[in-house]
């Protein structure tokens, strides 16, 4: 039996999996960041930033992995799980270059991961949902400013026609691609 939602909220179960999306995200952003900053192909300075940023998103999987409901009736590990619009994206990120992958992370994920934590902190009711409310108060602080970095480490890199051509291609097809996935806004799709 589900737990009823508090007013404005979600109910336990409904929680527990945007809870649990939220923790695969992050943890797969801390992977690819990390792996990213490790690359010769970045200048110094977008590699410590992408570094710094890694274990940013490693301390956010933890949060959100703190916060997952522990019942007997719910499997907590089990909803650590990417939905497949998203796993998708991850996976086309691979293969791309450097700034690509950029135009990625700081031009689709993050901005659409700001866009899920926003309304779901709008969406959080102050008796129910104080811990996951401060969180993504939280997070949504740390994102944004990550965004904003990001965005600018983009530009830095889009000297020529070529590179804005790029960096717009790769922004249109994993858009797309979280389109044709029904996840539209954000990154994490809403309970219904």
């Given amino acids: 039996m589900s737990q009823a939602p508090a007013p404005g909220g979600l109910d ?18 801390f992977e690819t960041t ?12 977008i590699q410590l930033y992408l570094d710094a940023v890694s274990h940013q998103h490693a301390w956010h999987a933890e949060l959100w ?37 950029l135009a990625g992370l700081f031009r689709v ?6 866009v899920s934590y926003s309304r779901h902190a709008s969406q959080t009711s102050a008796a129910a949902d104080a811990p ?10 740390d994102e944004t400013d990550e965004l904003v970095a990001g965005e600018s480490l983009v530009q830095r890199v889009l000297g020529t026609p070529e590179a804005v051509r790029a960096a717009g291609a790769t922004v249109v097809d994993l858009e797309g691609r979280l389109a044709l996935g029904g996840i539209v806004p954000g990154i994490v799709p809403w309970p219904v």
Avoid: K, Q, W
């Fill in 34 to 45: 990390g792996s990213m900053a490790a690359e010769e192909a970045y200048p110094p300075e």
């Fill in 132 to 141: 996951v409310a401060r969180a993504l108060h939280l997070v949504v602080r």
């Fill in 109 to 114: 994920l993050l901005p659409r991961l700001v």
């Fill in 65 to 101: 992995a703190d916060r997952l409901p522990r019942t007997a009736a719910i499997d907590a590990e089990a909803l650590v799980v990417l939905p497949a619009p998203v796993e998708e994206v991850f996976g086309a990120l691979g293969p791309l270059g450097p700034l690509e992958r």
């Fill in 12 to 29: 336990l179960h409904a929680s527990g999996a945007m809870l649990g999306a939220y923790c695969a995200i992050e943890h797969r952003l």
